[in-house]
């Protein structure tokens, strides 16, 4: 089965700090997404990571950034986390093709206060 | 560009009722289609998945057939327990990398 770990359930940062989400595959995909998931808006794309080294913006990328330096590991960076950021985060990866569904981790709570 | 529409929640039935959450799509291809399942405190899990018009995916009960002439995943199950309460992801893949969800469907499911 695969596998996507995120390294925290919980997290309450405070206006201003930088934040970093990380994220960790263990079934070599290629392609890893961040999605922010808030009442009434479902899940929205930050960001996805097709390739090491490579990214692409989402629908809302603003206020955010990506790092992926290894296949495995996709990082989402706060730079200055602000209070309408307090949302859930959800890391996903998938293998190429049409067909192949999204795998997703158990999703990070983050409030900012 | 494509785009997922769920039937607005919360959907609340007793335990052993007939469960249907409407799902319709607009794509520009022949796209794949998925239901995931969040549980409280979880992240999604795909459900089922269903590649080409007729083919009906199906896993724990639930059941649904790509429609291509209606463009529809509606998503079945013939006796719901307390244990499917949670919110239901319709979604399409379509080309690219990215998936398009719908904005989820919380279902209840009481004694």
């Known amino acids: 089965d695969v596998k996507v770990t995120q390294s925290s359930r919980y997290l309450v940062k405070r206006t201003g700090e930088k934040v970093f989400l990380e994220c960790v595959q263990d079934?070599?995909?290629?392609?890893m997404f961040w999605y922010r998931q808030d009442p009434g808006l479902g899940l929205r794309l930050i960001y996805f990571s097709y390739d090491v080294k490579m990214k692409e913006k989402g629908d809302i990328p603003e206020g955010y950034s990506v790092s992926r330096e290894k296949k495995e590991r996709f990082s989402l960076i706060l730079e200055s986390a602000s209070t309408n950021q307090t949302s859930m985060y959800l890391c996903?990866?998938?293998?190429?093709?049409?067909?192949?569904?999204?795998?997703f981790g158990n999703g990070t709570r983050l409030t900012v206060t | 560009g494509n785009s997922v529409t769920q039937m607005e929640g919360p959907v609340t039935l007793s335990e052993e009722a007939f469960l249907t959450i409407n799902c319709t799509y607009t794509a520009t291809g022949y796209p794949s289609l998925f239901w995931y399942v969040q549980y409280p405190g979880e992240g999604l899990q795909l459900l089922l998945k269903a590649t080409k018009a007729d083919d009906k995916g199906s896993n724990k009960g639930f059941e649904a057939t790509y429609r291509k002439e209606t463009t529809s995943f509606h998503l079945e199950k013939g006796s719901v327990q307390v244990s499917d309460s949670a919110v239901y992801f319709c979604?399409?893949?379509?080309?690219?990398?990215?998936?398009?969800f719908g904005t989820g469907t919380q279902l209840k499911v009481e004694l």
């Open positions: 979604a399409l893949s379509d080309r690219g990398n990215k998936l398009t």
């Open positions: 996903a990866s998938r293998a190429p093709g049409n067909n192949s569904p999204l795998h």
């Open positions: 079934m070599d995909h290629e392609n």
